[in-house]
C-alpha cells in the first residue's frame, strides 16, 4: 500500500457497522422478548389455518410454505399454500359436457 | 449421502458459530448443497452470523417435535442459493433434542445436500455430544491459547469415544485442525503459542488458520458471513481452509507479521484488513 492508497481507502470506506449490529439487535430481541411471556404460536397459527383451508380443498401439508420477515415496527407474515388442480373426474365431466 | 461435519470446541467464544458460517457459506459457494444447523438449543447465534434472524419461523425442535416439516424450518440463504440454515429453538431446554429427532432430521437432509455442518454448543454437555454424534468429520477450532488447547483435547477424545463412528467400531472421525484468532506478530514475540506449538500438542492435520482479524466483527455485527469479505485476510484464511477441506493443495498464508513498509504504512496502515 502506498502513501497514496491511503487516502483512496479512508475514501472508499464503508459506514462502520456497529449501527447496524445495534439496530439488528434491537429487532431482535424485541420479538424474543415478547416470546418469553408468551407461548410460541407459530406451530399452532400454522395447524390451524392448514385446518381450515382443508377443510374446503384437499391440500397437501407438505405444500405449505410460510415465511416471515420481523421488522422493527411491523412483520410480515406470508403464508403459501398451493391448492390442487380440479380433480380428474371433473375434468373429464367438464370434457364430456364440452365435447 | 452427505458428509457430515461438526464444527466443535470444547471451549467457548473461540470461533464455532463463526467458522460454521463460514465454512457452509464457502461450501455452498462452491456449488456445494450445503445445510448449517444450530445446536445450541435455548442460546442461538447462527442465525445472527448468518443474517437471517428476521426471518425464522420454525427450528429444530419444532421438526423434531412434529411441528412443523423440515422444509418449513429450513432458511435458504438469499446470497448462496444452494446454502440453507437450520436454527435452533431459542424458547426450548435442551432436553427437547432427542437422538432418535436429530437422527431423522440428518438422514431426511442427508437426501438433499452435500455437506451437513452441524454448529456446536461449547461445552460436552449434551446439545454438543449430539452435535457431534452423527459427524463423519471434525474441526476442531482452537486458539492458541492454553485452556483452548486443553478443551481442544478433550473434544477429541470425546469424538474418539462417543461418536457414533466410534460407537459401531466403525472408521473414526476425519478430524480436522482450525487455528483461530491467531495473532503472528505476538506469537513472533513469544507472548503467544506459536502455531508449531499448537500442531504439536493436538496432533491431527492442520487445515487453515485464521489471523485475528478486525473483518471477523464487522461481519457479525452486518450479519454478513467472513468469507464474503474477499478483501479481509480471515476472509482468504476461511476460503483457503474449505479449499483444503475439498482435496486442494493450498499453502498457508498469514502465518508470519506482515513486514514494516514505509514510513506512511507505519503510521497509518498497521490495522488488519
Redesign the interface.
Known amino acids: 500500500?502506498?502513501?497514496l492508497d491511503?487516502f483512496r481507502t479512508r475514501k472508499q470506506a464503508?459506514p462502520p457497522?456497529?449501527s447496524?449490529?445495534k439496530e439488528?439487535l434491537q429487532?431482535?430481541l424485541a420479538h424474543?422478548r415478547i416470546?418469553?411471556t408468551r407461548e410460541?404460536f407459530?406451530?399452532r397459527l400454522?395447524?390451524e389455518l392448514v385446518a381450515v383451508v382443508a377443510r374446503y380443498v384437499a391440500i397437501d401439508?407438505?405444500k405449505?410454505?410460510?415465511?416471515?420477515?420481523?421488522?422493527g415496527d411491523m412483520s410480515t407474515l406470508e403464508i403459501e399454500i398451493e391448492l390442487p388442480g380440479p380433480p380428474q373426474e371433473v375434468k373429464l365431466q367438464r370434457a364430456a359436457a364440452a365435447g | 449421502m452427505a458428509q457430515v461435519i461438526v464444527v466443535t470446541s470444547g471451549k467457548g467464544g473461540v470461533g464455532k458459530t463463526t467458522t460454521s458460517a463460514a465454512f457452509a457459506t464457502g461450501l455452498a459457494l462452491r456449488g456445494k448443497k450445503t445445510v448449517v444447523i444450530d445446536f445450541d438449543v435455548g442460546l442461538r447465534n447462527l442465525d445472527l452470523i448468518m443474517g437471517v434472524e428476521r426471518r425464522v419461523v420454525f427450528d429444530i425442535v419444532n421438526v423434531i417435535q412434529g411441528e412443523a416439516r423440515l422444509n418449513q424450518a429450513l432458511i435458504r440463504d438469499k446470497r448462496v442459493d444452494t446454502l440453507s440454515i437450520l436454527p435452533a429453538s431459542q424458547t426450548r431446554d435442551k432436553d427437547a433434542l432427542t437422538k432418535e429427532g436429530v437422527q431423522k432430521v440428518i438422514e431426511e437432509l442427508s437426501a438433499d445436500f452435500d455437506y451437513i455442518l452441524c454448529d456446536s454448543p461449547a461445552g460436552i454437555e449434551k446439545g454438543a455430544l449430539l452435535a457431534l454424534y452423527f459427524a463423519d468429520q471434525a474441526i476442531v477450532v482452537t486458539n492458541p491459547e492454553v485452556s483452548s488447547v486443553r478443551d481442544s483435547d478433550r473434544i477429541l477424545g470425546v469424538l474418539q469415544s462417543k461418536s457414533k463412528r466410534s460407537e459401531e467400531k466403525r472408521e473414526k472421525v476425519k478430524e480436522h485442525l482450525l487455528v483461530t484468532r491467531f495473532d503472528p506478530v505476538r506469537a513472533e514475540r513469544g507472548e503467544m503459542l506459536k502455531l508449531e506449538d499448537v500442531r504439536e500438542i493436538l496432533a491431527i492435520p492442520l487445515l487453515g488458520v485464521v489471523p485475528e482479524s478486525e473483518s471477523v466483527l464487522r461481519a457479525s455485527n452486518t450479519g454478513t458471513p467472513v468469507i464474503m469479505d474477499r478483501e479481509s485476510v480471515a476472509g482468504q484464511a476461511y476460503s483457503d481452509a474449505v479449499g483444503r477441506f475439498l482435496g486442494e493443495e493450498l499453502p498457508h498464508r498469514f502465518l508470519e507479521p506482515e513486514r514494516k513498509g514505509g514510513l506512511f504504512k507505519r503510521l497509518f496502515g498497521g490495522r488488519a484488513a
Open positions: 500500500m502506498s502513501w491511503f464503508d457497522s456497529a447496524q449490529a439488528r429487532i431482535v424474543e416470546g418469553r410460541d407459530l406451530p400454522q395447524q401439508p407438505g405449505v410454505n410460510i415465511n416471515l420477515d420481523r421488522g
